[in-house]
């Protein structure tokens, strides 16, 4: 069960996080690279308790390769509220056979057009949610009279 804040904000339990995690497609990918941060936007599914997505040749796979912890964050809103969940964890190519099969498997579609014939999971270290109530604000008068 999801423990509230007196503010309003919800931490989720881990289960909620993934069942949250799986009804997304995509999600972002930070990661770091040289002296900074980068953010890819990535397609992926959740293969029971790690995140799968795929990639062609570049920095997401580069960097992949060299086991580095990564976060992989998904969210989603509505009028009512808004949630996010963030998946803490190292990045690795699936390069052994029976992985890679299991992979492809999977049905983990791209949406982009290049190809993308790379599996890279996330083996999650820590997994983290919050949701949160919308506040509305009442209109405000205008200062202005015409």
């Not at 931490?11 to 997304?24: D, G, N, P």
Request: with cysteine.
């Amino acid at each position: 069960m999801a423990q509230g804040t007196d503010s309003g904000l919800e931490h989720l339990e881990a289960e909620e996080c993934w069942s949250l995690l799986r009804r997304q497609e995509v999600g972002r990918l930070a990661l770091a690279v040289g002296d900074g941060v980068e953010i890819f936007p990535v397609n992926h599914l959740v293969d029971e308790k790690r995140v799968l997505f795929r990639t062609a040749p570049g920095t997401k796979l580069v960097e992949s390769a060299r086991g580095r912890t990564v976060a992989f964050e998904v969210d989603d809103w509505s009028e009512e509220s808004a949630w996010s969940v963030v998946v803490h964890g190292r990045a690795e190519e699936l390069d052994h056979p029976s992985a890679l099969r299991h992979a492809q498997r999977t049905g983990l579609e791209s949406w982009a057009p290049d190809e993308k014939t790379h599996y890279v999971q996330i083996v999650p270290e820590r997994i983290t949610g919050r949701r949160f109530h919308r506040a509305h604000e009442e209109p405000k008068e205008s200062l202005w009279y015409f």
